[in-house]
């Protein structure tokens, strides 16, 4: 009886093979390196979820490879693959997030597709090659991203830093007067500020001139029910050049390709809204 249950089980179980086993250790280690650098990033698809999709696509292409000896002779871990690196690419479109004209999530969801060709790869038996792969992920995601800010086709990253008003509209407000200034803008993070003010930290996608960045904060500052101070920084290793709404800004007729200059750009952003019924505006008229 006890002899049935364990040949039972061993059917259940299948044979223990070290070799399988340790393709699976292999890849959580190869993805979980990928997750730790997107998890530096404060990114949401960090270090679990890139050792799950590693581990998952590395199950089922062994599955596919290994699993179904006794209903087929031939081995086709190939399909198996194919639909992992398929399916996949759902999970990465659920990484990508586009706010108006910026678009976040790209990298990630690159590394997360990655990390199921790394499974695939040791599963397949190909673990220096799913290594060699992991030391080219982590070369690109660090070195790589450190060359492109340097490089940046034109200059170092500029960064904005644009203290709001407690307005729902503000954030609306600022990103909006950005555009209309033809403000290039790579990426726009909302962050707390002081008491219940909010923190707009813009990026970039491209530099700002010394004489455009003034000329932009003065613009910005116009904003007066929304903007209440506005940081600017050249580059990164500069010191912030603050400004208020009390500052004097010389203008420079040198000034190109933004539109700086124009007094009336934003003047509509700051208008009151339509006035409520009921309200003291509207009872007033």
């Known amino acids: 009886m006890i002899q049935d249950m364990g040949l039972e089980l061993i059917r259940i179980m299948g044979p223990f093979d070290a070799n399988l086993l340790g393709r699976l250790l292999l890849t959580l280690v190869l993805s979980g390196l990928v997750g730790l650098e997107r998890s530096g990033h404060e990114r949401a698809s960090g270090f679990r979820p890139h050792i799950l999709v590693g581990i998952g696509a ?44 910026t678009v976040r999530g790209l990298t990630t969801a690159a590394t997360l597709w990655g990390c199921a060709g790394i499974g695939i790869t040791v599963a397949v038996g190909l673990g220096w090659l799913a290594i060699a792969g992991t030391l080219l992920f982590l070369f690109t995601l660090t070195v790589l991203e450190w060359f492109e800010r340097r490089l940046n086709f034109g200059g170092p990253i500029s960064r904005l830093r644009i203290h709001l008003r407690d307005d729902s509209r503000s954030v609306g407000k600022a990103l909006d007067a950005l555009v209309r200034l033809g403000v290039p803008v790579k990426r726009a993070t909302v ?4 008491g219940t003010s909010a923190l707009l930290d813009v990026e970039l996608a491209r530099t700002l001139s ?23 920084a050249i580059t990164p290793l500069d010191e912030p050049t603050t400004m208020d709404e009390s500052d004097e800004v010389q203008k420079d007729d040198t000034i190109v390709p933004l539109n700086l200059k124009d007094a009336t750009l934003l003047r509509d952003l700051n208008d009151p809204d339509e006035a409520v019924p009921g309200s003291q505006t509207e009872r007033s008229r």
């Open 210 to 232: 010394a004489e455009q960045a003034p000329l932009l904060a003065r613009q910005l500052l116009t904003l007066k029910k929304y903007v209440v101070q506005v940081e600017t």
């Open 58 to 101: 590395c199950l089922v292409t062994m599955a596919g490879a290994y699993g179904f000896a006794e209903l087929s002779s031939e081995r086709d871990a190939l399909r198996v693959a194919s639909y992992v690196v398929s399916g996949i690419g759902f999970m990465g479109a659920g990484a990508i997030l586009r706010h108006g004209t």
């Open 191 to 194: 962050l707390p500020g002081a």
